[in-house]
């Protein structure tokens, strides 16, 4: 499972033969054969010969397609100027024609290493609800899709490792699920990439434990370590959490940029929101980090308004949602998004937006393609 994967561009060599520790899934001719394998498969490497036509481009172009992409550059010549062309491409390394079985191995080897030690380039978003069904997953759900119609890439962990309805909210079948990167040893890139289930739309999906036990088999360490891993390699990482304070909750919130808690305006979500609130930033947390959102609220009929809930917890509310039951009810059975214009997905939209430091845009055309479901319901 942990063999990883390697495609080769125009090169053919039985040097290549010798890298017996690496699968090579593909060699392509093309750029339109190499796009499709990078895009359909989870490759780690890339071994290109910078000699071929459109080199340095097909370089960018596989590097925009799956950015933590390891590439080593082969080429017969010594011009200085096209080597400093492959390094700004994205080469990671290079090495010389004809190849040299140790020099290719100890590039390849390199490279991969260097892409696991990659700095954090995410920015990670939890959500919590202050009581059963106040709508955490249903705002993180709607918060992921908003955020993939800007992001090139995202990952979703659901981490209510007991009760969690990520999978079932988009009537997924994972292959793999959180319990299965424990079996997995050390969590780089390349496992994780190939554990998450990737959806269209550029969301990968990391689903909770199938079974209900496999639950207390995922502790705070491999939690921390599939975050810091995701962080590497996706531009944003929104996580479901569960409405409890323990050691794997508190290791995402420790990880998190932002924790995104979700209540409802009656008394029992205000009072809840308050006490959780005083909670965490007794354990430390700083303030900035927690926004709060007011989810299902009645207009009219609400006795209670925002500034209950701002009061309880001395700050601003980063969005109000309306309560829309019957369309948010009929998606959620049928395993569907509700569309673009549905209210409730306008103001999550909105929330993902000032979560990112967006500027507020128009609604993506075409997103329900690009996120790859069926049919919306309204
Ligand atoms: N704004 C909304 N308007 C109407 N219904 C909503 C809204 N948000 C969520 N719901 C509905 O409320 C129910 C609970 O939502 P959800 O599962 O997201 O809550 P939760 O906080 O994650 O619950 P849990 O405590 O079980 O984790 C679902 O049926 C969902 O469709
Ligand atoms: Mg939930």
Redesign the pocket.
């Known amino acids: 499972m942990s063999v990883k994967k390697i495609c080769v561009h125009q090169i053919e060599d039985p040097v290549l033969k010798t890298l017996t520790d690496y699968k090579i899934v593909a060699t392509s001719k093309s750029r339109d054969e190499l796009r499709n394998i990078i895009g359909a498969e989870h490759v780690a490497a890339l071994i290109i010969d910078l000699d071929a036509q459109d080199a340095f481009d097909i370089v960018v172009e596989a590097l925009e397609i799956r950015h933590s992409l390891a590439v080593i550059g082969v080429t017969g010549t010594n011009d200085v100027n096209r080597i400093i062309r492959a390094q700004r491409a994205g080469c990671r390394q290079l090495t010389c024609k004809p190849l040299d079985e140790n020099d290719l191995r100890s590039a390849l080897n390199r490279a991969l290493s260097e892409s696991d030690d990659r700095p954090s380039l995410g920015k990670t978003i939890a959500?919590?609800?202050t009581?059963?069904?106040?709508?955490?997953?249903?705002?993180?759900?709607y918060l992921a899709m908003s955020i993939a119609e800007f992001s090139p890439s995202l990952a979703f962990l659901d981490l209510?490792l007991e009760?969690?309805?990520v999978a079932k909210?988009w009537d997924l079948n994972p292959r793999y699920t959180i319990a299965d990167l424990r079996e997995a040893g050390e969590i780089d890139r390349h496992v994780l990439e190939e554990m998450m289930l990737d959806l269209p739309s550029g969301i990968s999906v990391l689903p909770r434990p199938e079974e209900i036990e496999a639950a207390h088999n995922v502790d705070e360490a491999l939690v921390r370590s599939i975050l810091h891993t995701a962080n590497s390699i996706f531009p944003y990482v929104v996580i479901?959490l569960?409405?409890k304070l323990d050691a794997v909750t508190g290791a995402a919130i420790e990880a998190c940029h932002k924790l995104l808690i979700?209540t409802q305006l009656n008394v029992t979500g205000i009072l809840n929101a308050g006490r959780l609130n005083d909670g965490l930033l007794r354990f430390g947390v700083p303030q900035e980090k927690i926004e709060f959102v007011v989810?299902?609220?009645n207009k009219g009929t609400s006795m209670l308004d925002a500034k209950a809930l701002e009061t309880k917890v001395h700050k601003k509310t980063i969005g109000v949602?309306?309560?829309?039951?019957?369309?948010?009810?009929v998606?959620?059975d049928m395993g569907q998004p509700v569309n673009e214009e549905n209210p409730?997905r306008k103001?999550i939209s909105e929330i993902a937006n000032t979560l990112c430091g967006r500027q507020p845009t128009q609604a993506a055309t075409g997103w329900m393609a690009k996120l790859g479901f069926g049919a919306s319901k309204d």
Do not use: E, W
């Open positions: 959500v919590m609800g009581q059963g069904g106040a709508g955490a997953t249903t705002v993180a759900c209510d009760f969690g309805t909210a479901d569960p409405r979700v989810n299902r609220f949602i309306p309560n829309h039951y019957k369309s948010l009810s998606a959620s409730v103001t």
